[in-house]
């Protein structure tokens, strides 16, 4: 018999033949267009699907990296001369210092924190109050300076910094005045009564979270030591790192400058599981992906037994002709190829195209939802994100591929293994 290069233009010929063929010519071009159609949603949803997904893990994490501590270095409780347990630093410029000059730290900041009510008019809301020198406020990356943010940082030692979700609860802005009321006040001979004090608003920040924006506020350090009674005393340091996915290295030169009574919380042990989660949703949403690409794929395999069945006579004619089983098998897994790979490529720009325009996309459904399809106080942050990454996109592609190339096997191998003679035997 005659012997044909593999895949050689003579084979591309007689596959392109069959895939554009009417149905009145014994061609499948409706189950083809199925076909083709369904691998790419799947790619599409896929790809999006994965791009979602990183979107909103890298922006969790930028927001947690971005506006709270690396690391926080805070006090077990000790006793004084007296028998009273005292938290905190006494000494907490050298402290700073030291944590400072730890290799791999950037910053090193002693902190104040307490919890208080804040009211403005007849608005009245919980907030959490972090003392910080207005230094330290400034390199804060998405609260200080070149972070969303109106009014003058440089003003903070004279008011307050705030969320700028806390600001429109209370329905002020900056140059308005707030009480902030705090239980642990002023002491007294009949007790410790509330500390009232109204400060000035100098400052309104977006950090891109919900819950920071709408309870966090900024005191400047000395204040905050004089409102809460902690003069003299740090209660935590903010640690922020130059590598924070390698935070857990420092652990042990960190606790050996804070101290004997230092104890580390790192961004991991407070988000930890949370990330977990969404790692095992990654794997879990990319399996049920997978399996409607598969799906999408079997229509290929119902498409070709149909293309094999009405192509009968024309296989014994090839094989009467001298064409191999291997070259049969090789036309007949060029049709159901070019489906699958014309439908990824399709779906690989689809999902690309949604994830780089998802923002006027995320905006129409929403309007034509008629608004409140993304709440904030749910989800965290404030807009739908999606991040293409390489990585993600390749998966797609060889998933897809991998599959249409996996079950166009068995039809084209059904039709190289068909007898010419039974084939020609009615016709």
């Known amino acids: 018999m005659a012997q044909t290069a593999p895949f050689s233009h003579f084979e591309r010929m007689i596959a392109w033949r069959y895939l554009r063929a009417k149905r009145a010519e014994g061609g499948v071009s409706v189950m083809t267009w199925i076909s083709l159609i369904g691998i790419t949603l799947a790619v599409f949803a896929l ?9 909103f893990r890298a922006e969790f994490v930028d927001t947690i990296l971005g506006a709270n501590a690396h690391v926080t270095v805070y006090a077990a409780g000790t006793l004084d001369e007296n028998g009273r347990e005292i938290k905190g630093f006494a000494e907490y410029d050298a402290i700073a210092a030291r944590l400072a000059a730890v290799p791999g730290v950037t910053r090193a900041a002693p902190m104040v924190r307490g919890q208080v009510m804040v009211t403005a008019g ?39 910094a705030i969320g ?56 400047p350090f000395a204040e905050a030591q004089a409102y809460f009674n902690r003069e003299g005393f740090a209660d935590e340091f903010e640690v922020m790192v130059e590598k924070p996915d390698a935070v857990d290295s420092l652990a042990g030169p960190l606790m050996q400058a804070g101290g004997d009574t230092a104890i580390l919380w790192t961004w991991r042990d407070s988000s930890g599981a949370f990330l977990r989660a969404l790692d095992i949703e990654d794997n879990v949403m990319f ?85 409140g399809v993304w709440d904030p106080s749910i ?3 404030y807009a739908l994100p999606a991040k293409l990454q390489w990585n993600d996109v390749m998966s797609a592609v060889g998933l897809s591929l991998g599959l249409s190339f996996i079950v166009t096997i068995f039809p084209a191998r059904r039709a190289a293994r068909m007898n010419p003679v039974e084939a020609l035997r009615y016709e």
């Open 47 to 55: 790809i999006a699907t994965l791009a979602v997904r990183a979107g």
């Open 122 to 160: 007849d608005a009245t809301m919980g907030a959490e109050v972090f003392g910080l020198s207005q230094k330290d406020l400034a390199t804060i990356p998405r609260v200080g300076i070149g972070a969303d943010a109106v009014g003058d940082i440089a003003r903070f030692d004279e008011g307050i």
């Open 164 to 219: 700028s979700g806390l600001a429109r609860e209370l329905g002020v802005g900056v140059g308005d005045r707030i009480r902030v009321i705090s239980p642990t006040g002023v002491k007294t001979a009949f007790g410790t009564s509330p500390r009232v004090n109204a400060y000035e608003v100098v400052y309104v920040f977006t950090a891109g979270r919900y819950d920071i924006d709408r309870t966090r506020l900024y005191m």
């Open 287 to 371: 399996i049920i992906l997978s399996i409607l690409v598969l799906i999408a794929t079997m229509n290929i395999v119902s498409g070709l037994i149909m293309l094999v069945k009405n192509k009968g006579r024309d296989i014994g004619i090839l094989r009467t002709m001298g064409l191999t089983e291997a070259a049969v098998l090789r036309i007949f897994f060029l049709c159901g190829a070019f489906t699958g790979i014309v439908g990824t490529l399709m779906g690989v720009v689809l999902g690309c195209l949604f994830a780089l325009y998802i923002d006027p996309i995320f905006s129409a459904v929403n309007y034509l939802a008629g608004g």
């Open 379 to 381: 989800r965290g942050i």
